[in-house]
């Protein structure tokens, strides 16, 4: 028993350590960003990616040179909807490693394609993380994957790549219990590895992400400039709202903000992401905040022409008719514990499952499905402009 125990467990560090994650992905830019355990300087490659290197397209080389925990590698000047290759060379201290991986960049600014997943509340942790806080000894890796009590994110993950997407969408609670920079390992970087080194994924802040340090942990490590954004992809307009550590209401900064947003028309469609739902029948169904979105922030949505807004927080997944042209869907069921649903009017479907949702958007339709982690499809809807 002794034996088997030693050859079990392994000294544990929890300073936040990542590979590639690729960040900011617009039709004529990039960024890729990696987070180290200490101070590091490197260098990054990015290169057109052709079946034959024909020499046509000079490699894009960017460095880092300030020693720093949290390395940014920015690239502009690409060209639309084209594959690149990049290759990171990064040094701590005597130490070098190098990394590599691909990208795409977006189509012009409201045109083409774009398959985006959407997710939230994920960043479930095992119990053997706090235990390893403590005594500085964890599991051996081998024995991590077959021990109880890890998220399903890891899966989840997964079925994500195997979606061929574009881009992500977190729908907030990327780390549990309380956003900890320590946590990020186990909750993000290491499950998430694949997805993120070859698209972006852009975050929000979820209510567990905003305890520690105002959700200062996610900002820096999905380098985001404010709390609360816009980006264009293709055909879609995406708007993201703070509804934890920024206030929204009618005099707030960030209320003009939306409302100055919306009115910008920069593509066919409009899709608003946020932590929190505005319709659930869930655990969250007679919160406050809930209400001050659907009686505030609604009437925006609906005069702008927003189609389609994507929450979490209550974990499963739920699709609402849609009010005055929105549909709203929650999908939270990212890996967490799953809640309880119950019923009402105005809900075309409900499911308490693990899963992901994908969209499919184009000039003329979006078309969404609801995926569980063994692939099957939950739910399906079309909507329309």
């Not at 300073?15 to 990696?34: D, Q």
């Not at 080389?61 to 000047?77: I, K, P, W």
């Not at 998430?192 to 959700?215: R, S």
């Amino acid at each position: 028993m002794v034996a088997l125990l030693v050859a079990t467990v392994r000294v544990t560090d929890e300073t936040p350590k990542s590979g590639p994650l690729v960040y900011g992905v617009t039709s004529s830019a990039a960024r890729i960003v990696v987070v180290r355990p200490s101070a590091a300087t490197g260098t990054a490659k990015l290169s057109r990616h052709t079946p034959v290197d024909d020499g046509a397209t000079q490699a894009k080389v960017v460095q880092v040179e300030a020693s720093t925990t949290r390395l940014v590698f920015a690239f502009d000047g690409l060209d639309p909807a084209c594959t690149y290759d990049y290759e990171l060379s990064l040094r701590e201290g005597d130490v070098q490693t190098r990394m590599t991986g691909r990208l795409r960049t977006a189509p012009p600014e409201g045109t083409g394609k774009v398959r985006f997943a959407a997710f939230g509340d994920s960043g479930k942790i095992p119990w053997w993380t706090y235990a390893s806080a403590k005594v500085s000894l964890g599991p051996a890796p081998w024995l991590e994957g077959l021990l109880p009590g890890r998220g399903y994110q890891w899966e989840l993950a997964q079925g994500i790549v195997d979606s061929h997407v574009d881009l992500v969408l977190h729908l907030g609670d990327v780390c549990y219990p309380k956003g900890r920079r320590e946590h990020y390992n186990e909750a993000y970087f290491e499950p998430f590895a694949n997805l993120a080194a070859q698209v972006p994924v852009w975050a929000t802040i979820g209510n567990h992400d905003d305890i520690t340090e105002q959700a200062q942990p996610l900002i820096d490590y999905f380098d985001l400039g404010s709390r609360y954004y816009d980006f264009v992809y293709g055909p879609v307009h995406f708007v993201c709202i703070d509804v934890y550590s920024s206030a929204i209401d009618a005099k707030s900064k960030q209320r003009q903000w939306l409302e100055a947003t919306l009115k910008k028309k920069v593509a066919p469609w409009i899709v608003v992401f946020l932590h929190r739902p505005f319709h659930t029948v869930s655990r969250s169904k007679d919160d406050a905040d809930n209400a001050l979105l659907r009686n505030e922030v609604h009437p925006l949505l609906r005069d702008a022409g927003a189609r389609l807004v994507l929450s979490g927080h209550d974990h499963n997944y739920q699709r609402f008719e849609p009010i005055d042209g929105v549909h709203y869907v929650v999908a939270g069921g990212g890996g967490k514990s799953l809640y309880e649903l119950g019923e009402s009017d105005d809900l075309a479907f409900s499911v308490r499952e693990y899963g992901f949702v994908v969209v499919d958007a184009d000039d003329r339709v979006m078309r969404l499905a609801a995926h569980g982690l063994d692939g099957s499809v939950l739910d399906r809807v079309e909507i329309a402009r």
